[in-house]
């Protein structure tokens, strides 16, 4: 059955709206991360906006889903895309499955008794296959405990997006928790990535003479500003990254710690570009826990939504399960799109870049009936090129129950990797070489050691964007798709730069006021005039500024301000514990920090920058 909680807004072509609704700034296509944030900016902004997605749930690409939307998601074919919306850069999902592994391929028995060897006494191969039916069962049960990434990120505890959620106060809707282990393989192991100098003396593996030469490569980063000359002397300034790093560091074991694991940039960029990544990764370290990363509670999705919501408060209207098509005058500029609730009238559409024929993101999610390595919450693990059959850098995000991407008793690991669309065999190959090393597949001779068992793996082709070329007047192309890094940092920027190219001067998402800082007319009417906000918000956008549950649903009508929803907001308020990455919730799962009980997410931010020492690097 499908997900209660997913937004169905228009379920019905037949369902029609007032043409005085239909009149817009802005229509956004597609409800992906970069377009999500860029509505929520033009909606605070005072912009009429329109939001549409040919999905019937929100984030496209970048949404979560319970383990049976998943599963419909992969087996159900896409929906035909018209040429209209060819053009308009519509998402075309390019998802495959195999089916749940048969009992008939569990030709290894897991119990004790065995010792670890592959048996095939009928007693002990029907006891794995109940076992593992079992286990398969009890997960379809508890299909809604899963949240399933379509594209498994982390954020910098010091990265634009974190930043922005704590300036727009996007944060209260939200709960993070710390990833707990940055892991590299060399090849034959996991190993914790040597950043800081307690990992340095704990590292076995490396020469001390290595160890030298790290360490003061990544002093010389952590000192880097903008107008910095290049690292390494008597080296020209259009040096690429890779040819820098090996300069300095001419082991090529701590090449990969720095390139693919720290910076996680392409050799061939510039230097400086990732020099900057290097340098975000040690300022993230130790804000929020022993990584530099943290992790959104129940997926991805739910930072999304998040922008969803605030662009919903400001007047933003959504329209899921809608097929459009623009429309133009004679002059060839844009004067809206057509859909089956009417016409919408705008002068602006921001749409998706068209996908790469050629390039995709080679995507892999494995469900297991255990716990994979020491973390419950998430790990980042990092597979340079070379290491498991790869030509290219892939990256391993897991995740456990403790931030609420599976129920107690599992774990969802997700892979990815860059390649081509062709390459989709040998990709499979790789990504299961890398799950591998987590779970035990079927057939595999069980060895001693902590692996868990593989319920269900899943293949699947994300695309990636193409050069859009130029586009029509009044047409606006902002990249949809997500990249293979593991964080946020291209959704956000891309995001922030066309905002800033379509409102120069406008503020890029202020504070919105807390609830309890609105002050309604006497008379109770939502038009009453608001009182100053303290976060710098007018008198205007007071009133129209209640934070919104995160079950809300702007059922095809503008998002305004409610008072009783104000209400409702603040007394549902309970306390919340950023700053140990443990949060409490509302019961509308809107997660308010509480300055009483525990450091909010911009407060504990701050707390761990001071206490922070660069120079332990």
């Known amino acids: 059955p499908a997900c209660p909680t997913r937004p169905q807004i228009f379920d019905a072509p037949s369902q029609q709206m007032d043409p005085e609704d239909l009149v817009f700034d802005t229509v956004v296509f597609g409800t992906g991360l970069p377009h999500s944030v860029l509505a929520a900016a033009l909606a605070r902004a005072g912009k009429r906006v329109c939001h549409v997605d040919s999905c019937d749930f929100y984030g496209s690409l970048w949404s979560s889903l319970t383990l049976r939307d998943f599963l419909a998601l992969m087996t159900t074919p896409p929906p ?14 390019d998802l495959h499955v195999p089916a749940p592994f048969s009992t008939a391929e569990l030709k290894s028995c897991y119990s004790p008794a065995c010792k670890g060897k592959k048996c095939y006494s009928p007693a002990c191969r029907t006891k794995a296959r109940g076992s593992w039916q079992k286990n398969w069962n009890d997960a379809l049960r508890n299909s809604r405990a899963f949240n399933l990434d379509l594209s498994a990120k982390v954020c910098f505890s010091r ?19 710390a990833v707990e282990e940055t892991l590299v393989f060399d090849g034959t192991r996991l190993q914790l990535i040597p950043c800081s100098k307690q990992g340095l003396l704990l590292n076995t593996t490396i020469p001390l003479r290595s160890k030298r030469h790290l360490s003061k490569f990544l002093q010389d980063v952590i000192q880097f500003t903008e107008g910095s000359p290049i690292l390494v002397d008597n080296m020209p300034e259009d040096t690429c990254f890779g040819a820098l790093v ?10 990969n710690y720095i390139i693919d694991a720290m910076a996680a940039v392409d050799r061939g960029v510039h230097w400086r570009v990732g020099v900057q990544r290097t340098r975000l990764f040690l300022q993230s370290l130790g804000v929020h826990g022993p990584t530099p990363f943290i992790a959104s509670m129940y997926g991805v999705g739910e930072i999304v939504q998040a922008f969803c919501r605030l662009c919903a408060v400001y007047g933003g209207t959504y329209m899921l399960s809608t097929q459009a098509t ?38 892999a999610i494995i469900i ?59 990709a499979r190959t790789v990504l299961f070489a890398a799950a591998k090393l987590f779970v ?36 606006h192309v902002l990249n949809d798709f997500p990249d293979a890094a593991t964080n946020f940092l291209d959704a956000i920027s891309t995001a922030r730069a066309l905002f800033e190219q379509l409102l120069p001067g406008e503020a890029f998402l202020p504070a919105a006021p807390n609830p309890e800082d609105i002050v309604w007319g006497e008379d109770g009417d939502d038009d009453g005039a608001g009182a100053d906000d303290k976060d710098g918000g007018a008198g205007a956008d007071s009133v129209e500024a209640p934070a919104v549950g995160a079950d809300s649903q702007a059922s095809g009508e503008t998002g305004g301000a409610q008072a009783d929803g ?22 509308d799962d809107a997660a308010v920090p509480d300055h009483d009980s525990g450091a909010p997410l911009g407060e504990a931010a701050e707390a761990g920058a001071s206490n922070q020492d660069h120079s332990d690097v």
């Open 566 to 587: 104000a209400q409702a907001e603040s007394a549902q308020v309970e306390s919340a514990q950023i700053g140990d990455v443990e949060a409490a919730t509302s019961s």
């Open 246 to 255: 090996a300069a300095a560091l001419p082991s090529a074991d701590l090449q």
């Open 80 to 93: 035909a895309s018209s040429e209209s919306l060819s053009e308009l850069g519509g998402h075309v999902f």
């Open 159 to 177: 990265g634009e997006l974190v930043n922005l959620l704590i300036a727009s106060n996007i944060s209260r809707y939200l709960e993070f928790k």
């Open 368 to 426: 297991a009936d255990g716990a994979c390595g020491r973390s419950e919450s998430a790990s980042v693990v990092t597979l340079p090129p070379g290491t498991i059959g790869n030509s290219v850098a892939a990256t391993a995000v897991v995740y456990g129950p403790g931030v609420h991407a599976c129920p107690d008793g599992y774990s969802v690991i997700h892979i990815t990797m860059p390649g081509a669309r062709a390459d989709a065999e040998a």
């Open 326 to 363: 623009a429309t133009h005058d004679s002059d060839g500029h844009v004067t809206g799109v057509s859909t089956p609730h009417g016409p919408i009238h705008a002068p602006q559409l921001i749409i998706g870049s068209p996908a790469d024929p050629v390039k995709v993101l080679h995507r």
């Open 440 to 475: 035990r597949f079927p057939g595999e001779a069980v060895a001693r050691d902590a692996r868990s068992n593989a319920l269900f793996a899943a293949y699947f082709a994300l695309p990636v964007p193409a050069d859009a070329g130029p586009s029509a007047p009044g047409v």
